[in-house]
């Protein structure tokens, strides 16, 4: 398969949230076409009626009792964040 | 030996030594970690295993570990013994970055599952430990901060991604140290110097409080100077927790005793795959001679296939980058982490603090991880790697029909000089021993196995069966207590 032609870094930059430069446009495409490359190996190996491993150990239905446990105080949980204001995270305007 | 001898080189030993010479008074927790604080002033500015340390922080806890000895309430071999902890594992008001600009004010409020172990467990928690940024890479040399040397060697790096935490430890630097293993991220660095290191069974150590890479494969684990520190270790931190859904309900086995009740022999599988082409001639020399102990030992060694190993990297990097595109998604700028000053509106934010607070590795993994996932792709990246995984999987389970372990080298070469691979693909194809035994969610070791004649350390890989940690440790433990490798530290 043509990978090295198929990976439009804009479009997966953009699904990724990830503002490349110019340069790290060029250098990635070039450093993952390599990789990618590689990765085409597996393309020889016959899967045929092969399940999927997600998990090496499934562990299906973990349930946990639905009782209230004390958590991070407001204070704690607000430590990390960038701007806050009234126990909120502020975050730029996103309705006009 | 005069009290000065004896506490001149207190930060070189064991814990079994330590534990014991705590248990008899001979010494306080307190003059333990004031030699480990002064060890660590006299040549961190050279190796560089740490992102930062709290002394006063690491002090206290130490006078309550020797408050508790002197009130008779001592609470086990780790008491007072001072432990490292990656930059990726939660310890409550202590900085959690990852060693990423991304986290770089980032102060954890809670501890992770392993820490509240080793708290309770009375372990002195010291350091924050450098790694490859969020854990991608076999160097250190990803970390945004700076790059860890090799103790044995300043040129060389000391592997990663828990450089820190391999070197800290070589280096003297603590006791012992966690880190955590994606896909070698303890094992290789062990293997480079000089320490042993155990990458448990997915599933027996939680991973709360760790920050996820790829979460099917990330697990925490033990750096130690001997097999029989990593056992103490591992029984500290093992164990089922309701935090993590991918925590396994199974009863742990005193891992210490089972290293003296479990004598052997055992059936020892010799993988032809990891004895090809690009293995350095001194490290399969090495791996060979330890694999002649065995025999001498009574072990029938055989011969076994596990014919997927050369797809083992290609897997990987398709599955660890899914899991780690989707992993870090988290990190947009909003509710912690770095946030971009010159975004526009809400969506530049997301674009402009990650472009800002990720280096190149991260993107470069964010990048080809949302590729193998994207519309028309998935089928063809994905979902072939997660079949070829069970494919690998059942390799090693077939030869486990007939082996109880698998021996094999931890790396391909000894440690490699800073700045050498500087090709990502290069980097990658360092962990093709280790990868496996992720892909599988094995128990894996490292356990030192002789220097090259550079003076660069050589590891083995000791692979388990699944849970099965006690067997796994007493076989690395009849090679280990033969030899002094471990006895041997670096010229700093």
New interface residues.
Partial sequence: MAANEDLNIDRIANLARLALTPEENVKFSAQLAEVLTNIEKLKQVNVDGVEPTAHAFPIYNVWADDVAKPGLSVEDALRNAPAQRDNMVVVPKVVE | MSQAAMTSELFNKTITELAALLEAKTITSVQLTEAVIARTQDVEERVKAFNSFDTADALSQAAASDARRAAGQALGPLDGIPIGIKDVIAVTGQPLTASSKMLA???S??DATVTQKLKKAGAVIWGRLNLDEFAMGSSTENSAFHTTRNPYNLDCVPGGSSGGSAAALAAGEAIATLGSDTGGSIRQPAALCNVVGLKP???LVSRFGLIAFAS?LDQIGPFNRTVEDAAITLQAIAGYD?ND??S?KIEIPDYRAALKEKKGPWRIGIPKEYFGEGLDPEVAAAVEKAIEFYKSIGCEIKSVSLP?T??G???Y??IATAEC?SNL?RY????????SAN?K???D????S??EG?G?EV??R???G??VL?SG?YD??Y?????????I?QDFLNAYNEVDAIITPTTPTPAFKRGAKA???AM?LCDVYTIGVN????PGMSVPCGFSSGGLPIGMQLIGQ?FKEADLLAIANAYDSAHDWSKRTPNL
Avoid at chain 2, 349 to 352: I, T
Avoid at chain 2, 439 to 442: C, D, Y
């Fill in positions: 004010n980032f102060v409020p809670y069974t997915y599933g099917s309701e859904s991918t396994v997927h050369e797809y990297v290609g897997v990097y398709i595109s998604s947009d700028g909003i509710r912690y982490g770095h946030r975004a509106d809400i969506v934010l997301y674009y402009k990650r472009a990720f190149p993107k470069r964010i990048i080809l949302t590729y994207s792709y063809a990246y979902l072939r790697a997660q079949k070829v995984r069970t494919l999987r090709d990502p693909l990658y892909l599988a969610g094995l699944p």
